[in-house]
């Protein structure tokens, strides 16, 4: 029995192996659009693709980030800049895009923008922190996929989105988990709706990577500031002693966890992009492939369990 359960499993992992080294042809005449390409992932991956030969279109915040990667590319990159939380700034990009790709229509968006912080916990804030997360990772997500879908049906393209493996396990409060859960919903919905057009919606898992969403300092800063706002009854509510051990477990993590190699999340982005078979979802990083996957399929009461135990304590002054 053991025999024959083997050998299913070699097969299933070969055939799989096989359909998914399968490329899909002419990638060179194929555009994909970046959004976030100023830094991190977005940058490499602009940098990886137009090694490939395939036309970016690298969508930047800043003239400063744009500048920087024309520097490092081939005359194929094209930039724009783009800010995902203002319509005037999406539509403009649009008009951009469909004027550069032309019938061809555009093969990828790649939703890579996103901003982590203010994040900690969730009474520390108001509703304007949580806006100021989701507008970015969630609304912005949104409505820059609305305002490309026409170009993506016309290519029967590739839809590629950047969630995280917050998207899976809520275990910060403020608006980044939230953003990523609600990523993780539009592209399920979104993957459904446009089955009939052709067009592939694929989900990017990350575990933890040195890139600007998990700078230590940025994160130290606005925790700081996050503190030094709250009414005096919620700073006796939790102690001094909280923020300290709060701030020493993001030290922790970022210094344990994080990855430097951010290949390993633009590999799965270029496979997204270019395979004829591309998966649903692609888990990134080995935290993020042996813990953070998994233990989001374990009962809420072990995952509460396991999370609280990590978590900093509340010591009232007194």
Not at 300 to 306: G, K, N, P, Q, Y
Request: glycine share 8%; with cysteine; charged share 20%.
């Amino acid at each position: 029995m053991w025999l024959y359960l083997f050998i299913g499993i070699a097969i299933f992992l070969l055939h799989r192996w096989y359909r998914e080294r399968q490329q899909v042809s002419n990638i060179t005449q194929k555009y994909v659009l970046i959004t976030g390409s100023d830094s991190g992932f977005g940058n490499l991956l602009a940098r990886q693709l137009d090694a490939q030969g395939m036309p970016v279109l690298a969508a930047c915040l800043t003239e400063k980030g744009a500048e920087e990667l024309k520097k490092v590319t081939s005359k194929r990159l094209q930039t724009t800049i783009l800010d995902v939380t203002k319509t005037e700034s999406i539509m403009a990009a649009a008009d951009w895009a469909k004027t550069v790709v032309g019938d061809k229509g555009l093969w990828g968006l790649v939703n890579n923008a996103g901003i982590s912080i203010p994040s900690g916990p969730n009474i520390w804030m108001g509703i304007e922190d949580f806006r100021k997360v989701m507008d970015v990772n969630l609304f912005g997500v949104i409505e820059v996929t609305l305002n490309f879908l026409p170009m993506l049906m016309k290519s029967r393209g590739r839809l590629v989105n950047v969630a995280s493996v917050f998207g899976r396990n809520s275990v910060v409060g403020g608006g980044y988990c939230l953003s990523k859960y609600g990523v993780e919903s539009f592209s399920d919905s979104l993957r459904c709706e446009l089955y009939s057009f052709g067009v592939k919606v694929c989900i990017i898992e990350p575990g933890f990577f040195k890139t600007a969403v998990t700078d230590l300092l940025t994160i130290e800063k606005s925790l700081e500031q996050l503190w030094s706002r709250l009414p005096a009854e919620t700073k006796d509510a939790y102690g001094e002693h909280f923020l300290k051990e709060y701030k020493k477990n993001a030290r922790e993590m970022t210094s344990n966890l994080c990855s430097h190699d951010l290949s390993k999340v633009t590999d799965c982005m270029e496979h997204a992009l270019t395979a004829v078979y591309p998966r649903k979802r692609y888990s990134a990083g080995w935290d993020a492939k042996l813990f953070w996957i998994p233990i989001s399929y374990f009962p809420s009461a072990f995952s509460d369990f396991w999370f609280t135990l990590h978590t900093p304590k509340p010591q009232p002054s007194i």
